[in-house]
Structures are given as structure tokens and as C-alpha cells.
């Protein structure tokens, strides 16, 4: 009888070719390279329509993983995850950004949150990809409003049971804050958003392109439009600086939301 896998990851990816490949060497522990052979747990790689390799790179990790690639009907990330949740097995589920490492035992710290009752969901701490006391001044403030205000965003990691994903939803299909929206959903439920004491390393790419102040000051102003109903497309438009991305697509550089 096949076993089910306790956890399913699902990760969005679109146009991730250069990123791949960087973390594609024999020893590389970066991205998918991260993982090793393991019967709790199941990967999703969930493609947007890439125009690249990012598919047939994503396979080759499938020989020694627990891997699968699928393509989403619709682009856009919320979407991308959401049919992943439609696909996995897993009693829980945590959606990852492809450039973001996980804490060597994730497994346990999830399994320690998701067991617990009194906790609806969780994310991982947050650790900045870059140098610099600023940055360690950042993921503090990051970590008190994960804690005191229950809003981790999507690059921490967020894990949740499977039944109350799907009771609540899922993603709204937006351009951007769709990860921010689903945390103000959570806020209404009974439960707290467990933050795990593990860190979850994400990439650096936006702060190294725009510099922190300048990426702060944007990524504060979309949460500020937002709460006053400014339209996500024109959201989407002030924090990649370009024309709206409708379909929730990553920028030029392979960053995203």
C-alpha cells in the first residue's frame, strides 16, 4: 500500500532558469538542492509558464527527489499555489519560494506547531541573503511583526493544515498580497500563527537591486494601499516599477512579490 506523505511543499516557479542553474552543482545545498530523499514529504513545483528551462530543470531534480512538476492552468502565483494544495497528499501543507532555505529540520518544527491545536498555521523566522547590521536590524523588526501583529509574509515559509487551507479558500487570485490577504483571513480564525524558531534564508535580490530604504519605503507604501483600497494592478505597479504585471508574473531579475 503506498504511503501518503505527511507534508507536501509546493513552490510556484516562473522563469527560474538562472537561479537553477546557479544551485545545480553536485554539493550545492541551495533551492531544490536542499532536499534529500524522504517518505514524509512531497514536492510541487507548480510552473506559471516560463518561456525558459525552468521546467526541464526542475525534472532533472525528480531522479533522486520526491519531486514532481506540474503546469498551473492559470499564471499568476496565487494560482500556482493554489493548484498545487488541490494536488497534494499531504495533510500539511508549506508553500516556499524557490530561492529560500529551509531550516535543516523543518520537518520537526512544523510537525511541532501543526500537532499543536491551539496553532492555525505557521511561518519560519526570516533571514536576509545579505551582509550588513541594517539588514539584521530588519529581520527583527520582521520577526516582532510576524510575532505581536500574526503577519508573516510569504517569503517565511507559511505552513498550514491542508483542511483549513481549503476551508478558508485558499489564495485569492491578486497580482500581489495575495500571501498578506490569506494572513488577514487566518487572523479572523481561532488559533494563533505559530512563528517557529527556525530561519528560513531568503534571497537578497530586491534589497541588493533597490537598496533597503528605497525597497522598504515601497514595500511599506503597497501594505498602506492596500488598507486603502487602492486597485492590487496598480499595487503590482508601484512595487516592480513597470507596467502591472497582471498575471502576478516575477520582475525582469527573477524577483517577485
Known amino acids: 500500500m503506498a504511503v ?8 510556484p516557479v516562473f522563469n527560474e532558469a538562472k537561479i537553477l542553474q546557479k544551485s ?9 538542492g536542499q532536499f534529500i530523499q524522504n517518505q514524509r514529504i512531497e514536492i510541487l513545483i507548480i510552473d506559471g ?11 532533472n531534480y525528480a531522479d533522486h527527489l520526491p519531486l514532481q512538476v506540474f503546469s498551473s492552468p492559470q499564471p499568476g502565483r496565487a494560482n500556482q499555489m493554489n493548484y498545487g494544495a488541490s494536488l497534494a497528499r ?10 529560500s532555505i529551509l531550516p535543516r529540520d523543518f520537518f520537526a518544527q512544523i510537525a511541532q506547531i501543526l500537532t499543536n491545536s491551539h496553532y492555525i ?22 520577526l516582532w511583526r510576524s510575532i505581536y501583529a500574526q503577519r508573516p509574509y510569504g517569503d517565511q515559509g507559511l505552513f498550514i493544515r491542508q483542511r483549513d487551507f481549503h476551508r ?10 495575495e500571501d498578506y490577504q490569506f494572513m488577514q483571513k487566518l487572523g479572523k480564525q481561532q488559533g494563533k ?20 530604504v528605497r525597497t522598504t519605503v ?37 524577483t517577485s512579490c
Open 193 to 212: 500563527v505559530a512563528i517557529a524558531e527556525g530561519k528560513v534564508i531568503t534571497s537578497g535580490r530586491r534589497w541588493q537591486k533597490l537598496g533597503l
Open 90 to 99: 499531504g495533510e500539511w501543507l508549506l508553500f516556499l519560494h524557490l530561492d
Open 49 to 59: 509558464g516560463s518561456g525558459d528551462h525552468t521546467v526541464e530543470l526542475c525534472h
Open 218 to 254: 515601497i514595500n511599506q507604501a503597497v501594505v498602506a494601499g492596500y488598507h486603502l483600497g487602492v486597485s492590487p494592478h496598480t499595487l503590482a505597479h508601484w512595487y516592480r516599477g513597470a507596467k502591472p504585471n497582471r498575471g502576478n508574473r516575477p520582475n525582469s531579475d527573477g
Open 24 to 32: 545545480s552543482g553536485d554539493n550545492s545545498k541551495e533551492y531544490l
Open 121 to 142: 498555521a505557521g511561518a519560519f523566522r526570516l533571514a536576509i541573503d545579505l551582509p550588513g547590521i541594517p539588514y539584521r536590524w530588519l529581520e527583527k523588526l520582521i
Open 168 to 177: 478558508l479558500g485558499g489564495f485569492a487570485d491578486l497580482p500581489i498580497m
Open 4 to 11: 501518503h506523505p505527511q507534508l507536501s511543499i509546493i513552490i
